[in-house]
């Protein structure tokens, strides 16, 4: 209803609603039959909404006028590069830039610790340890998780404490059983 007013339709509100699409094009494939969470990486992208994601498109290039960059500009962008499944460092690139940019308007934890893993796949998970050390959140599960999955293949003791502190933490039922099978796979 917002983008068929003249007065609501703004980029910020057509970016939203690309970012809005970009997700939705995704939930079929981020749960199992029986429920359990299915990671980015094991997706099967023949169940992503193609017709959401080309909507998607459609409202970030609308999104595209004006002089004005909000968070939902960025957040769209990201999750549109979500939706290309393909790993290339093109990808990555302008992922850890639109974090970059994201950062500097709206900082948030999650979005640092989603710039590390960004980081990590331009820059390798060494130059990625290093900053997700330096972010230092504590008391959050997913920078434990993070850690864990950084440190796998370069110290898996380290990377199986850090999973197994990320579970400690864990707050929901399907986060503890993800972390469980990192765990588990960690231990083969």
């Given at each position: 209803?917002?983008?068929?007013?003249?007065?609501?339709?703004?980029?910020?509100?057509?970016?939203?609603?690309?970012?809005?699409?970009?997700?939705?094009s995704r939930f079929d494939a981020r749960l199992s039959g029986d429920g359990a969470i299915i990671l980015y990486e094991e997706q099967d992208a023949s169940r992503w909404n193609t017709d959401l994601i080309s909507k998607g498109v459609f409202f970030l290039h609308r999104a595209a006028t004006g002089d004005q960059l909000s968070k939902y500009h960025l957040e769209a962008g990201i999750a549109f590069w979500s939706t290309q499944q393909a790993d290339t460092p093109e990808k990555w690139n302008h992922v850890l830039?639109?974090?970059?940019?994201?950062?500097?308007?709206?900082?948030?934890?999650?979005?640092a610790l989603n710039r590390t893993y960004a980081l990590s796949k331009v820059q390798g998970k060494q130059a990625a340890i290093v900053q997700a050390e330096k972010l230092a959140l504590t008391d959050n599960q997913f920078y434990y998780a993070l850690l864990g999955d950084l440190y796998t293949g370069i110290d898996d003791a380290a990377a199986r404490g850090y999973?197994?502190?990320?579970?400690?933490?864990?707050?929901?039922?399907?986060?503890?059983?993800?972390?469980?099978?990192?765990?588990?796979?960690?231990?083969?």
């Open positions: 209803m917002l983008i068929e007013h003249n007065p609501t339709d703004l980029p910020a509100v057509n970016a939203l609603l690309a970012l809005m699409c970009f997700h939705a830039q639109l974090y970059n940019q994201l950062l500097q308007i709206a900082y948030s934890p999650v979005a999973l197994l502190k990320a579970q400690e933490l864990a707050k929901s039922m399907g986060d503890k059983q993800v972390l469980q099978k990192r765990i588990d796979k960690l231990s083969k």
